[in-house]
């Protein structure tokens, strides 16, 4: 395998996992050439967020029409208010044919959907180590309705079952460490890939 090859990284785990915050770290200090998939959404932005940067804010009917037309690589509703996230096609195949490593942070029915379609995908979940510590972390984000944070914690325990599809898990308790296993599991894919 030559190393000006794209490959696809699939980061998932519970809504409070911490993977966002990972993510930028790994970003910062992987010497790897990742480069970060922004998802579309339907859902509003939260305080803070911006269109093309933290997501793609699209109307339902502009979700729906590039849905029609095969422009998302995965693409589900999620969380059970209706709301849709997805993978536009235009967000990885350039980089991937830029021999960058492309960074998928989505839901674990997305991430089956990609990995299903690249075999080769690399599949990190990030976890905490308790369901409780994933309580205290959604409560402390201050961004999710009581409502909100009920729904993601009764859907992790299945999302929490689906950790063995990944090739590697991360817990995220400790970041520095997370974000150490993150990057050491990436640059001896690299390696690997490079040495092929």
């Known amino acids: ?12 785990g519970p809504a409070g996992a911490g993977k966002t915050t990972l993510l930028q770290r790994v970003f910062r200090q ?3 050439p990742l480069v970060r998939s922004v998802s579309a959404t339907t859902r509003p932005p939260r305080k803070g967020e ?7 804010f699209l109307t339902p009917a502009d979700f729906e029409d590039r849905r029609k037309k095969g422009e998302f ?7 059970g208010r209706g709301d849709w996230y997805g993978t536009l096609s235009s967000e990885v195949t350039p980089g991937l044919r830029a021999g960058k490593w492309v960074v998928l942070n989505i839901d674990v029915k ?13 599949g990190i979940f990030v976890r905490p180590s308790t369901l409780e510590e994933l309580r205290r972390r959604l409560v402390l984000r201050g961004t999710e309705t009581e409502e909100a ?3 993601r914690l009764e ?6 079952g689906l950790a063995g599809r990944y090739q590697y898990q991360v817990i995220n308790d400790d970041l520095d460490q997370a974000v150490e296993r993150m990057c050491k599991i990436l640059q001896e894919q690299w390696e690997t890939d490079r040495n092929a």
Not at 155 to 160: H, K, V
Request: some cysteine; glycine content about 8%.
């Open 110 to 122: 997305g991430a089956g959907a990609v990995m299903d379609r690249y075999a080769d995908a690399i």
């Open 155 to 160: 859907q992790a325990p299945c999302e929490l």
């Open 1 to 12: 395998m030559s190393s000006n090859r794209g490959r696809l990284v699939v980061v998932s």
């Open 50 to 56: 911006r269109d093309g940067v933290d997501y793609h």
């Open 30 to 32: 992987s010497p790897v």
């Open 73 to 79: 690589l995965e693409c589900f509703q999620v969380f």
């Open 149 to 151: 944070i009920r729904q």
